[in-house]
């Protein structure tokens, strides 16, 4: 028994409620939504799922992503929400031994990017923000840090958990990453009309940092697309799609469209990946649908 799930912010506050609730002594597998798609992580009998795709083994199941849908029968809880965490949190509610309902607010805040300019722009005067950030989910060495925050932060105040030696080191890099993340995005990023395309595939490694700053930097569009190669392996392609939470004027369910292109996510914002072969198909079409920018709602 295991609690599956997938490595952001909301992953780990679905774990930190999950593991709070249940006796589960099985360290928590930190996966990625298209590896569930693709059948290239074993689900078992007894798996709790959380913010990730239905798999038809798992004993519960809790999502939130429109694209993530199904009709079989489950245990859990489904609803396309702000947060994944914030159904643990309605299904446990009367289990938990604590209020968590300020920490899932914040999970509900940050994965719908309900954010401020301010907020964007100074991520470091607010804590859970900055927080989110140190998740960097396509680095699988970070891993150890990822089950670090689900003990703090099941544990500890917010206040205790930035105070910890790690987090304060993670936060510190964060802040920097940032910084140095402005100069990569004015420099690998195109403007397609209203859509935002930044190409960091020949860079060795990919820049991560603060993944709202582009709606700040160019103002003008309405939706971003960020293609990247995943750490130490240019075999595939993970492209990333977000309507601005700043210039509201994108018509296309992000989810929807990226389910055509083996990913999915929120009507919002949502990312797939592919192999490398597939990218020069793939891209311009998916540029090409933002750029016409229809309604694709499903029925």
Known sequence: MRIVTRPDFDGVVCAVLIADVTDITAPIAW???????????SIKKGD????LPFHENCSLWFDHHHSNRV?????????????????????????????????????????AADLSAEEVARPEDHPYILLSMTIV?????EAPYWNLLVDL??????????????????????????????GHLKKHTTLHGHVAVTDFRTL??????????????????????????????RSRVIVSVGHSIFNRGCNVNVGEMLS???????????????????????????????????KNDAP
């Open 260 to 294: 055509q292109f083996e990913g999915g996510g929120h009507r919002g914002a949502g990312a797939c990946t592919f192999s490398a072969d597939r990218a020069d198909d793939y891209i311009p079409r998916i540029i090409d649908i933002l750029v016409k920018n229809e």
């Open 48 to 51: 709790i799922l959380a913010n």
């Open 71 to 111: 009709d079989t029968p489950f245990e859990g809880l489904f609803r396309v929400a702000p947060s994944a965490a914030g159904l643990v949190h309605e299904y446990y509610r009367d289990r938990l031994s604590r209020d968590f309902s300020g920490l899932v607010a914040q999970a509900d805040k940050i994965d």
């Open 137 to 141: 989910n396509h680095d699988w060495s």
């Open 153 to 182: 932060l099941g544990r500890l105040p917010i206040d205790r958990v930035m105070a910890h030696e790690a987090v304060q080191a993670r936060c510190r890099q964060t802040i920097e990453d940032n910084r140095n993340l402005a």
């Open 31 to 41: 996966v990625e939504p298209s590896q569930i798609q693709k059948k290239e992580v």
């Open 204 to 233: 060795t490694v990919a820049p991560t940092g603060n993944r709202f700053l582009a709606y700040s930097l160019f103002p003008d569009a309405v939706v971003s697309v960020k293609i990247r190669h995943p750490a130490e392996d």
